[in-house]
DNA sequence: ACATTACGGTTGTTTTTGCAACAGAAAAGA
DNA sequence: TCTTTTCTGTTGCAAAAACAACCGTAATGT
């Protein structure tokens, strides 16, 4: 009975997981059916309350459903600092789901009212004989899902650990150039968000992109760059690249 | 006939494939009889051949089991930099798995002679039904490799975004000491190396840990340090905290 | 239409960093 | 033991970045 009713409230949510990367391209029927098979689990936490403390090892792999979490870390000397926010549909503890991982680093706080669904690490990664067609296709989505994560982060980290705010910015819009396959194209930031992102100074920036401008590699107007090959085979660099 | 030699002609390299990560806890004999089973495919390189370029979409998780590559980048201008160095037995693709990854964004270059298999992601993922009962460790193995590399980059990042390099230092020393769970610890860099790790230069992060040390938030000798509690509640910074 | 806010650029000042070169101590090697 | 190399700290200087404050414009709201 007491398994049936949190089934039931669990139903609830199988909405807001079938919107995540985990069960992308399941069906809510058998997301149902697969909520025991993956050792699915909801809590509950009250605004303030910790989801995870450094030191845990859930060994789960977790999905807010509801609320929103701040992952924040105290250093030695107990400054705080937030590492990031997690909304619900997003998946967090993942990286903590090998045992060699001696622990969570950081805290997990609720930020407001807060549910998460705790899916146990050993029996979503176990696919069960065939009783449910889907945990293949689920334990893929998470290997995709955690593998997407990692190319982010290595290549976020490829334009931080560039030393000046101008190499940081060459780094990130050559990236961003070559996803869209274009020397024009549009950023998802607005400058501080773009400053933020890559961990400088945004009156430093923005200095130094107009220094760039002047120098003829690039040109940009709101959010819209267009990087330029600057030996200059056409104009002196006088030419408007942007007219309003 | 053909495949046949290209089975024992892997055969040679199972030794290595044995010592890594998504192997671990296989024994040779199943590691062999699992490799069809996982679409293996043996690659050879010789000095300068590209492995992967920009663009591809390997759909597969290589391991290099000979001699050693270069993960490469060459921006919008075309500087190149040399972003990672594989070695024997370490694995590399895997970010890119995800049918959305659109494409890799660095080139992979042998720097001698090579070679590499190649397992097919699709296959890997589907654990077959029961041919093969390793299959599903190779999976775990897999996920908690990944998840792995995940948390070190999180780390890294943390550190990495802090402005200044005391901060990056308190970031990294904090982490350090947590993980060692004593505020007395040594930490796996000499001075070069840890300036390469946090991304500054040498002499300035020696010029800034001394001075760390003289405003008594912290000793050191080598590559052992000790985080103290600035309020000084016993001397008043001027004993001697390490005493050769 | 007007006030308010968000955004991006500009500038001056201070602080931090990178760079380069050097020196002493420790470690490694002959 | 003596030499050579590696490692770490030190210093001066030039360059870069952070910081703070301000301005004009565009967007938003009333």
Known sequence: MFLQQKRAFMKEYISVLKQTRMFAGIGEEEISAMLSCLGAKLCHYKKGEYVLRQGDRPG?????????????????????????????????????????????????????????????????????????????????NLFFSISEKNRKLVQKLGHMSRRSTREKLISYLSEEAKKQNSPY?????????????LSVDRSAMSRELCRMREEGLLAFEKNRFHLLNPQGQSGAGN??????
């Not at 609320?67 to 870390?73: D, E, M, P, R, T």
């Not at 194209?185 to 992102?197: G, K, M, T, V, Y």
């Not at 030419?239 to 309003?244: A, L, M, Q």
């Open 60 to 140: 789960a792999i977790v999905i807010l459903v509801r609320g929103s979490l701040h992952i924040q870390k105290d250093d030695y000397w107990g400054n705080r600092s937030i590492l990031s926010q997690i909304a619900a549909g997003e998946m967090f503890g993942e990286a903590y789901a090998a045992p060699e991982s001696g622990g969570l680093r950081n805290d997990v706080v609720a930020v407001e009212d807060s549910s998460a669904i705790f899916f146990d690490v050993h029996r979503v990664l176990t696919t069960c004989s065939s009783a449910c067609r889907f945990h293949t296709a689920v334990v893929q």
């Open 185 to 197: 194209f549009s950023i998802p930031f607005n400058r501080q968000q773009l400053a933020d992102f």
């Open 239 to 244: 030419e408007r690249r942007f007219s309003g």
